[in-house]
């Protein structure tokens, strides 16, 4: 577990990190999602005019794809300025 307080560069770092992913990733799967059903992405999923099983879908897919997208751009970003800060080996 890290400790707290700690360095506040690596941490605003990993909070871009994963806020650009998270970014990329909806964009990336609005785009995947228009190529592959052939229509726009609901805009609210409680929309009485969007279909159960369509508003789900979309929660699912865009919820997990984010979630998934912000993990790994943070443990990168975690990883890359653990590496710039490690002492030099001797």
Do not use: N
Not at 1 to 10: H, I, L, R
Request: charged residues 20%; aromatic residues 6%.
């Amino acid at each position: 577990m890290p400790a707290k307080g700690g360095d506040y560069g690596s941490k605003a770092v990993t909070a871009v990190a994963g806020a650009a992913a998270a970014f990329v990733a909806r964009k990336a799967i609005i785009f995947v999602w228009t190529k592959a059903t052939g229509r726009e992405p609901p805009g609210k999923a409680e929309d009485p005019d969007v279909a159960i099983g369509e508003a789900l879908a979309w929660t699912i897919v865009l919820g997990i794809g984010v979630a998934v997208a912000r993990v790994l751009a943070v443990r990168f970003a975690t990883r890359q300025s653990a590496k710039r800060l490690a002492p030099p080996p001797d």
